[in-house]
């Protein structure tokens, strides 16, 4: 009588399988890594056409003057808004669903930041552009004073009116991380805030991009090209091209 030799995975063939499972997924990991970010980029920019429509029915309704820089979103108790205040200011009657307000990329990065964990609006207005700008003459001397109406503004399709900032200050680059609801564009000379670059970043998160719209409602990004920290005169003329973005007005202030 026969007998009949039972199929069964040799040790030999279940390590080969095995390793060409491991392969595919070495290879499928960074594929799908890249998929998610580019959601999370598509979510961000949805996010901005929001304030950019919104943006546009507050001018039409306001005599075409900007928002505060402090007073276009807030909680009815503090700043910006946290985990369970209530949203208030003046663009949020325009602006009313508050998922709209977090990119969904600096939601994951603020998992591990106690500073930012609760807060529930993760974009920033240009001060330059915001009643009570001048408030930031200050910070690159006398001649650097905000707007207040559109009409000011030279070149609208030009100049940022909301954008994103990172967690963390990143040398040669910005003195201050998000910290408020608005922020304030240096240059070469003096830094201070600036634009984000966790958006298709590599591990160290400072060669990646930002979203933005701009006053003319369309929105746009803005990727870091100067990451070398050798290079000086590259980071000086990024830090220069970044305030020309945000300045409103057809003269430089220096």
């Not at 005599?63 to 979103?73: H, R, S």
């Not at 700043?79 to 990329?105: F, S, T």
């Not at 990172?166 to 201070?192: L, M």
Request: hydrophobic share 35%; net charge negative.
């Amino acid at each position: 009588m026969l007998k009949v030799r039972e199929s069964a995975f040799t040790l030999i063939e279940l390590l080969v399988v095995i390793a060409i499972i491991a392969l595919l997924m070495g290879i499928l990991m960074p594929a799908l890594s890249r998929v998610k970010e580019q959601a999370r980029m598509i979510s961000c920019r949805s996010n901005l056409n929001q304030y950019g429509i919104g943006l546009r029915m507050y001018l039409d309704e306001n005599d075409y003057l900007f928002p505060e820089t402090d007073q276009w979103m807030k909680s009815t108790t503090s700043g910006w808004v946290r985990e369970g205040e209530i949203p208030d200011g003046q663009l949020w009657p325009y602006i009313k669903a508050i998922d709209c307000h977090m990119c969904p990329r600096f939601a994951q990065l603020k998992k591990n930041d106690r500073q930012y964990g609760d807060t529930k609006v993760s974009y920033v207005m240009n001060s330059y552009v915001g009643r009570r700008g001048s408030i930031w003459s200050s910070w690159l001397g006398s001649g650097v004073t905000g707007i207040s109406k559109e009409s000011e503004v030279y070149r609208a399709s030009e100049v940022i009116t909301f954008t994103e900032e990172n967690t963390k200050t990143i040398r040669g680059y910005s003195e201050y991380p998000f910290n408020d609801t608005h922020f304030t564009v240096g240059n070469a000379t003096r830094q201070i805030d600036n634009y984000a670059t966790f958006h298709n970043a590599s591990g160290d998160l400072e060669d990646g991009s930002a979203n933005m719209v701009f006053v003319d409602g369309h929105v746009g990004t803005r990727q870091r090209m100067a990451t070398d920290p050798a290079d000086q005169e590259a980071i000086d003329k990024e830090l220069e091209e970044g305030f020309r973005i945000a300045w409103p007005k057809r003269e430089l202030p220096y």
